[in-house]
């Protein structure tokens, strides 16, 4: 093979790596079972431009609503630890989640204990966290960096990405039916490679984001 062609292989190779990079929406084949039904998710921007998917009923007025009823925040399904993201990891995520979102959602309505009328329900689930090696940059699909970042990559050296996936829905309590639904995928800070522990502290920056996209939500 000629040096050309040599060049062209390595950049078709390149750009299928690219179409292969890491999403920032949380693909179909990661949806939990959670919510039941994702047939009407659409891609949005939240206030602080992340990309999430998301569905809201045509019908729903926030002001036919005055209180909301907070039903922590769980696993689905249980996580199973592993060498990197220990037991004690998932449950910080968890207990950080549940204290972050409780009072940025008592920020738009008041919290009850009882699904009376004029009251939503929360319920939301964290549906995955993990690592996954780090998509490749444009300035990496040249031939001679596409080699190196491929070996690091099959090595385990290459810089990886932590992960949280989360679900989440408001339910009317009057009809107990869905009026928004949720779904979102944040990424944690990076980790050097596959066997560097994560800690929940990694991953507190996804529940601050996704607190604070709650507490700046607009709706009709």
């Not at 009407?40 to 990309?51: D, Q």
């Not at 249980?78 to 204290?99: C, F, H, M, R």
């Not at 996936?165 to 596959?194: C, H, M, W």
Request: aromatic content about 8%; overall charge positive.
């Amino acid at each position: 093979m000629n040096k050309t062609k040599l060049i062209q292989t390595a950049l078709v190779a390149g750009t299928l790596l690219l179409a292969g990079c890491t999403s920032h929406v949380t693909q179909k084949e990661k949806f939990s079972g959670f919510l039941g039904d994702y047939s009407n998710l659409t891609e949005v921007k939240t206030p602080s431009g992340n990309p999430v998917l998301r569905w809201i009923d045509p019908s729903f007025k926030k002001a036919n609503y005055s209180y909301l009823k907070y039903e922590p925040i769980t696993f689905y399904p249980e996580p199973q630890p592993t060498a990197q993201i220990s037991k004690e990891t998932l449950q910080g995520v968890l207990d950080y989640a549940n204290s972050r979102m409780k009072p940025a959602l008592g920020e738009r309505l008041q919290l009850t204990d009882h699904a009376g009328p004029r009251t939503l329900i929360f319920r939301g689930a964290i549906t995955g966290v993990n690592t996954s090696a780090e998509g490749l940059q444009f300035y990496e699909v040249i031939p001679v960096a596409l080699v190196i970042a491929s070996a690091e990559t099959a090595s385990g050296h290459r810089t990886r990405d932590t992960e949280v996936y989360f679900e989440g829905e408001l339910i009317d309590a009057s009809t107990g039916k869905p009026v928004i639904k949720v779904v979102r995928k944040g990424f944690g800070k990076q980790i050097s490679n596959d066997t560097q522990k994560v800690t929940a502290n990694d991953l507190k920056v996804v529940i601050d984001g996704l607190a604070n996209d709650t507490k700046l939500f607009q709706s009709n």
